[in-house]
């Protein structure tokens, strides 16, 4: 296998990241330089996390070309990657301990309307100090040779728009029309990643010219101090008159703008491809030569590879032409996606007009949609060009492998303890082979898969991983796991096929970004009797996840069902994947049920249902055949269909009785809900927040509260200050709202297996946010300004927790200390109102809540009837011996390499030492040439020598 020559300036290999699977619909790979990384093919959901299941550092990646349409199905994971490539520059800006500085801009690469779906997202996305560079495509004739689009210290790139259709005839209005509304899209961009606007600056105006609902800060007259009060209406500041001064954050520039110029001037259909090619490679340098010609061993000979001639003390001049040997253009690689037969047509016309179009080109990476791979322009067309090698990925016969390894062996192993509670994500094992045609030099995209470009061209595969199955996870085989898992019996959960109650599936269960063992926030609610589908919360990838858990036909029920997602508040985390679900369920009804109603509530702050629209230009299945019914939450009003109320217990067609938000704090117009149906059931989803009383309020009695449980109750500061609970402050909510079953989950991606339930720190009193009066009004950090993600996104590999689960937490009752907190909270008060009897009372029906709440933890593609969650309880002494001897083998295995990566240090170190002694006694093996030849003559290589 060809590894790259450390020595060559231009040694770059490229490497497969996704290839199509359930869960990473598209094929994506990066390429590596030295200084760089570029990211080449499709940026579909999912593909974040590969790169972390994968290893692939994204830490050097600032640009990306984006491949196939600007749509959500091949794109939609590039709003969530964005974002945490611009959170990795602050962080490093932030760092004090880095010199590195502001990095360099983002660049993306793209085809028509990129510009334009970017800007759709500008009502949550903001940063500053973070240029991201759109760069659009502009659709006209490939002609070859040209100059090549983009060109950096690496590498030279070629887009190729592909049209399936013939473009919309252009005229210079349409042009200028065209132009300036670009310009506007480009500066709503701008502004969305690069404002010098500040999330603490205030600005002063008349409390009743305040655009509500916002936190309006006031200086009371008396004390003189800056009182902040969230107010939904005036009504929730009666000691301001509507002409008092108040103070008022200002929004950020770019969510001021209402309208975008419609996208739907923009061509359709376009699909990008791109040539990349690197620099012209140098010759080599002649060290013997040189010296022959006495040219000095030192920093003069860079001046020579660089191109430079140099003139000798003697007067003499080399040029670089009697030193370096001639060079030769760099290997290049085309990258074709051509989602259909269309597609094909248009590469090939291109190719046979543009001779020497692939010129150095020595690979093909064809990414094909549906029936494209057989058909026979397909077929002639490859036949063409049978020098060149070529890595074929196909998207109607993939080889539907496990791709996130991590989460799918730790739910293998968690099936072992209950199959029924677990189920095993669903894969195939066929050969990656069997999907490209037989022909020598044609290969199956493989993640992991190396193609190594210069200075050697060859595939390295060592980096492939083996297919995973059921039986190639590793096992717990403790004393303790057998001793825990045997004294659970066969049966400790049975699963029903039929659904005769409410059943909760916990798609994404983890916090911030996706991690390896828990996608972003997503919670499915299946409801019997006809009663529909829900989620709650849809994070990036949710589609992926469901894929994994249902066969296409029980997906296509489940999506046909699907009535109704709430989205509690425009994190990144919890609604990326919106886009994907409305459009395989809209695919679903055009297939099944194309003239049938098809009715799905999208219920969210205003933000979202505009965001959503906006975005209808981009991709208009979403208005015109999603059946979306648009649901304004606010806590005052009540739900709002097109700006009057709705009331669902009305609705014939619809399960739901009512839905009630309340204002939690966490982030700008975050909501908690309650819903119940009209069977009685009622369920209660936290979102993400603090503690808050109100929601206590209307999700009094729930059947199941699914709360957030982002920290460990150790790490309580950081739960305040982020703007999260701990484990204790979310069962101190279902607690308080009485609760009758709770579903913790959105943990912190510190906690990657299973969080901390150590139940020491229960408070009797809760902070809640919005009675201390700093509802909404915290410590002013990003994630006021419409952060992207919930700040907890700093994944770390430390130990934080120390992991272990008490069987016995749930023993509540003993562990609620009296109410003498004076903390001023709402529910201190309260108590504080009622006779001391009546306390006493209330504590012991509390005591009784406690004894009788059944909880349970989430992992992701966990599936639990409501009346099994009581049971969970019992498999908890097996899943904790699991992790604990999973964890201890982790552990060992990181030592045993941190140990063998350190004896291969000394070996090479020793290595060294050998061969200096050898070469100053004059042992040195001669003719070894390269850049051996250059060494000093006591083996050390000088620092100034041109390294060739
Ligand atoms: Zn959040």
Same mark, same amino acid.
């Given at each position: 296998?060809?590894?790259?020559?450390?020595?060559?300036?231009?040694?770059?290999?490229?490497?497969?990241?996704?290839?199509?699977?359930?869960?990473?619909?598209?094929?994506?790979?990066?390429?590596?330089?030295?200084?760089?990384?570029?990211?080449?093919?499709?940026?579909?959901?999912?593909?974040?996390?590969?790169?972390?299941?994968?290893?692939?550092?994204?830490?050097?990646?600032?640009?990306?070309?984006?491949?196939?349409?600007?749509?959500?199905?091949?794109?939609?994971?590039?709003?969530?990657?964005?974002?945490?490539?611009?959170?990795?520059?602050?962080?490093?800006?932030?760092?004090?301990?880095?010199?590195?500085?502001?990095? $360099?801009?983002?660049?993306?690469?793209?085809?028509?309307?990129?510009?334009?779906?970017?800007?759709?997202?500008?009502?949550?996305?903001?940063?500053?100090?973070?240029?991201? /560079?759109?760069?659009?495509?502009?659709?006209?004739?490939?002609?070859?040779?040209?100059?090549?689009?983009?060109?950096?210290?690496?590498?030279?790139?070629?887009?190729?728009?592909?049209?399936?259709?013939?473009?919309?005839?252009?005229?210079?209005?349409?042009? #200028?029309?065209?132009?300036?509304?670009?310009?506007?899209?480009?500066?709503?961009?701008?502004?969305?990643?690069?404002?010098?606007?500040?999330?603490?600056?205030?600005?002063?105006? +008349?409390?009743?010219?305040? /655009?509500?609902?916002?936190?309006?800060?006031?200086?009371?007259?008396?004390?003189?101090?800056?009182?902040?009060?969230?107010?939904?209406?005036?009504?929730?500041?009666?000691?301001?008159? $509507?002409?008092?001064?108040?103070?008022?954050?200002?929004?950020?520039?770019?969510?001021?703008?209402?309208?975008?110029?419609?996208?739907?001037?923009?061509?359709?259909?376009?699909?990008?491809?791109?040539?990349?090619?690197?620099?012209?490679?140098?010759?080599?340098?002649?060290?013997?030569?040189?010296?022959?010609?006495?040219?000095?061993? #030192? &920093?003069?000979?860079?001046?020579?590879?660089?191109?430079?001639?140099?003139?000798?003390?003697?007067?003499?001049?080399?040029?670089?032409?009697?030193?370096?040997?001639?060079?030769?253009?760099?290997?290049?690689?085309?990258?074709?996606?051509?989602?259909?037969?269309?597609?094909?047509?248009?590469?090939?016309?291109?190719?046979?007009?543009?001779?020497?179009? @692939?010129?150095?080109?020595?690979?093909?990476?064809?990414?094909?949609?549906?029936?494209?791979?057989?058909?026979?322009?397909?077929?002639?067309? =490859? &036949?063409?060009?049978?020098?060149?090698?070529?890595?074929?990925?196909?998207?109607?016969?993939?080889?539907?492998?496990?791709?996130?390894?991590?989460?799918?062996?730790?739910?293998?192993?968690?099936?072992?303890?209950?199959?029924?509670?677990?189920?095993?994500?669903?894969?195939?094992?066929?050969?990656?082979?069997?999907?490209?045609?037989?022909?020598?030099?044609?290969?199956?995209?493989?993640?992991?898969?190396?193609?190594?470009?210069?200075?050697?061209?060859?595939?390295?595969?060592?980096?492939?991983?083996?297919?995973?199955?059921?039986?190639?996870?590793?096992?717990?085989?403790?004393?303790?796991?057998?001793?825990?898992?045997?004294?659970?019996?066969?049966?400790?959960?049975?699963?029903?096929?039929?659904?005769?109650? %409410?059943?909760?599936?916990?798609?994404?269960?983890?916090?911030?970004?996706?991690?390896?063992?828990?996608?972003?926030?997503?919670?499915?609610?299946?409801?019997?009797?006809?009663?529909?589908?829900?989620?709650?919360?849809?994070?990036?990838?949710?589609?992926?996840?469901?894929?994994?858990?249902?066969? $296409?036909?029980?997906?296509?029920?489940?999506?046909?069902?699907?009535?109704?997602?709430?989205?509690?508040?425009?994190?990144?985390?919890?609604?990326?994947?919106?886009?994907?679900?409305?459009?395989?369920?809209?695919?679903?009804?055009?297939?099944?049920?194309?003239?049938?109603?098809?009715?799905? *509530?999208?219920?969210?702050? +205003?933000?979202? =249902?505009? *965001?959503?629209?906006?975005?209808?230009?981009?991709?208009?299945?979403?208005?015109?055949?999603?059946?979306?019914? +648009?649901?304004?939450?606010?806590?005052?009003?009540?739900?709002?269909?097109?700006?009057?109320?709705?009331?669902?217990?009305?609705?014939?067609?619809?399960?739901?009785?009512?839905?009630?938000?309340?204002?939690?704090?966490?982030?700008? #117009?975050?909501?908690?809900?309650?819903?119940?149906?009209?069977?009685?059931?009622?369920?209660?989803?936290?979102?993400?927040?603090? %503690?808050?009383?109100?929601?206590?309020?209307?999700?009094?009695?729930?059947?199941? @509260?699914?709360?957030?449980?982002?920290?460990?109750?150790?790490?309580?500061?950081?739960?305040?200050?982020?703007?999260?609970?701990?484990?204790?402050?979310?069962?101190?909510?279902?607690?308080?709202?009485?609760?009758?079953?709770?579903?913790?989950?959105?943990?912190?991606?510190? *906690?990657?297996?299973?969080?901390?339930?150590?139940?020491?720190?229960?408070?009797?009193?809760?902070?809640?946010?919005?009675?201390?009066?700093?509802?909404?009004?915290?410590?002013?950090?990003?994630?006021?300004?419409?952060?992207?993600?919930?700040?907890?996104?700093?994944?770390?590999?430390?130990?934080?927790?120390?992991?272990?689960?008490? %069987?016995?937490?749930?023993?509540?009752?003993?562990?609620?200390?009296?109410?003498?907190?004076?903390?001023?909270?709402?529910?201190?008060?309260?108590?504080?109102?009622?006779?001391?009897?009546?306390?006493?009372?209330?504590?012991?029906?509390?005591?009784?809540?406690?004894?009788?709440?059944?909880?349970?933890?989430?992992?992701?593609?966990?599936?639990?009837?409501?009346?099994? =969650?009581?049971?969970?309880?019992?498999?908890?002494?097996?899943?904790?011996?699991?992790?604990?001897?999973?964890?201890?083998?982790?552990?060992?295995?990181?030592?045993?390499?941190?140990?063998?990566?350190?004896?291969?240090?000394?070996?090479?170190?020793?290595?060294?030492?050998?061969?200096?002694?050898?070469?100053?006694?004059?042992?040195?093996?001669?003719?070894?040439?390269?850049?051996?030849?250059?060494?000093?003559?006591?083996?050390?290589?000088? /620092?100034?020598?041109?390294?060739?």
């Amino acid at each position: 296998m060809a590894v790259p020559n450390k020595d060559s300036r231009q040694s770059f290999h490229l490497q497969f990241v996704t290839s199509p699977t359930a869960d990473t619909q598209g094929t994506l790979a990066v390429l590596h330089f030295d200084s760089q990384r570029y990211m080449i093919g499709r940026l579909a959901e999912g593909a974040q996390r590969a790169c972390i299941q994968r290893g692939v550092g994204i830490k050097k990646l600032h640009t990306a070309f984006l491949t196939g349409t600007t749509t959500w199905k091949d794109n939609g994971g590039l709003l969530g990657f964005v974002l945490t490539l611009a959170d990795l520059q602050r962080n490093a800006e932030q760092d004090v301990s880095s010199s590195t500085g502001p990095g $360099p801009p983002i660049r993306i690469h793209g085809g028509p309307k990129l510009m334009h779906s970017v800007a759709c997202a500008r009502r949550f996305i903001f940063r500053t100090g973070s240029p991201l /560079k759109v760069h659009e495509h502009q659709v006209g004739d490939f002609k070859w040779p040209s100059e090549p689009e983009f060109v950096d210290e690496n590498i030279r790139v070629w887009p190729i728009a592909i049209s399936a259709s013939s473009l919309p005839s252009s005229s210079d209005t349409v042009d #200028n029309l065209v132009k300036e509304e670009q310009a506007v899209r480009r500066s709503i961009v701008s502004a969305m990643f690069n404002s010098d606007w500040r999330a603490d600056r205030l600005e002063q105006r +008349p409390f009743e010219s305040v /655009k509500l609902p916002a936190t309006v800060w006031r200086r009371d007259p008396e004390t003189r101090k800056l009182q902040s009060t969230y107010c939904t209406s005036m009504k929730d500041a009666p000691h301001i008159q $509507p002409g008092d001064i108040v103070s008022v954050r200002q929004p950020w520039p770019a969510s001021l703008i209402a309208e975008i110029p419609n996208a739907s001037n923009l061509p359709e259909a376009v699909a990008m491809s791109y040539l990349v090619r690197g620099h012209h490679q140098r010759g080599a340098f002649d060290s013997k030569k040189a010296t022959a010609l006495g040219v000095p061993n #030192n &920093a003069i000979r860079k001046e020579l590879v660089n191109g430079k001639a140099i003139t000798l003390d003697n007067g003499t001049v080399i040029t670089p032409d009697m030193v370096v040997g001639a060079g030769r253009p760099s290997k290049g690689v085309a990258f074709f996606d051509l989602p259909s037969v269309a597609h094909v047509q248009q590469l090939q016309h291109l190719l046979s007009v543009n001779r020497g179009m @692939l010129e150095d080109i020595v690979a093909v990476v064809w990414m094909l949609g549906p029936r494209v791979a057989d058909s026979q322009v397909f077929k002639s067309t =490859i &036949a063409t060009l049978s020098t060149l090698d070529h890595f074929i990925s196909r998207s109607d016969f993939s080889s539907n492998s496990l791709a996130f390894e991590s989460v799918a062996a730790s739910a293998i192993r968690l099936s072992e303890v209950s199959s029924s509670l677990f189920p095993i994500p669903l894969y195939d094992t066929a050969d990656p082979k069997d999907t490209v045609p037989a022909a020598s030099r044609h290969f199956p995209v493989r993640p992991g898969l190396q193609l190594n470009l210069e200075p050697r061209y060859g595939q390295d595969d060592s980096h492939v991983p083996p297919p995973m199955t059921i039986d190639s996870v590793e096992r717990p085989q403790s004393q303790e796991y057998i001793a825990a898992k045997s004294a659970l019996g066969p049966d400790a959960i049975t699963y029903a096929p039929s659904l005769t109650e %409410p059943e909760i599936v916990t798609l994404g269960t983890g916090s911030a970004q996706p991690s390896k063992y828990r996608n972003v926030s997503a919670t499915l609610l299946r409801m019997p009797n006809g009663q529909g589908n829900y989620l709650l919360d849809c994070g990036e990838n949710t589609m992926g996840q469901l894929r994994r858990l249902y066969s $296409p036909s029980e997906l296509k029920d489940i999506l046909l069902n699907l009535k109704g997602i709430w989205i509690s508040h425009l994190h990144a985390d919890h609604h990326l994947g919106t886009i994907s679900v409305l459009h395989d369920r809209a695919v679903a009804f055009d297939e099944s049920a194309p003239d049938a109603d098809r009715p799905i *509530y999208l219920m969210s702050e +205003p933000n979202m =249902i505009d *965001y959503v629209r906006d975005y209808a230009s981009v991709e208009p299945f979403v208005t015109q055949r999603s059946g979306l019914i +648009p649901i304004v939450c606010n806590q005052n009003v009540g739900p709002l269909l097109d700006g009057r109320e709705y009331d669902f217990s009305t609705q014939e067609s619809s399960a739901i009785s009512s839905v009630r938000t309340v204002n939690v704090s966490h982030c700008q #117009n975050a909501q908690a809900v309650a819903i119940t149906f009209k069977d009685g059931f009622k369920i209660s989803y936290s979102g993400d927040c603090r %503690p808050s009383a109100r929601f206590c309020r209307i999700g009094r009695g729930s059947d199941v @509260l699914i709360h957030e449980a982002t920290f460990d109750d150790e790490m309580e500061g950081d739960a305040l200050a982020k703007k999260h609970c701990t484990i204790s402050e979310a069962l101190g909510v279902a607690l308080r709202m009485e609760a009758k079953n709770v579903v913790l989950t959105h943990f912190s991606q510190r *906690y990657q297996k299973l969080p901390n339930l150590s139940m020491t720190k229960l408070p009797g009193e809760l902070a809640f946010e919005e009675a201390r009066g700093n509802f909404d009004a915290g410590p002013i950090d990003a994630t006021q300004g419409g952060s992207y993600f919930d700040d907890d996104s700093i994944i770390t590999t430390d130990k934080q927790s120390a992991m272990s689960l008490h %069987p016995d937490f749930l023993d509540l009752s003993t562990q609620i200390p009296s109410n003498t907190d004076t903390r001023a909270s709402e529910d201190a008060n309260l108590i504080a109102s009622l006779s001391a009897s009546r306390a006493a009372s209330l504590e012991r029906r509390r005591a009784t809540v406690a004894t009788n709440m059944a909880v349970c933890v989430a992992f992701d593609y966990m599936r639990v009837r409501v009346s099994q =969650i009581k049971d969970c309880r019992r498999l908890y002494p097996a899943i904790q011996a699991m992790f604990a001897e999973m964890e201890q083998r982790s552990d060992d295995r990181k030592a045993a390499e941190r140990a063998a990566i350190s004896s291969n240090l000394r070996e090479k170190a020793e290595q060294r030492e050998k061969k200096a002694n050898g070469a100053s006694s004059g042992k040195k093996a001669a003719g070894t040439g390269g850049a051996d030849s250059t060494s000093n003559s006591n083996g050390n290589k000088n /620092k100034g020598e041109p390294q060739i």
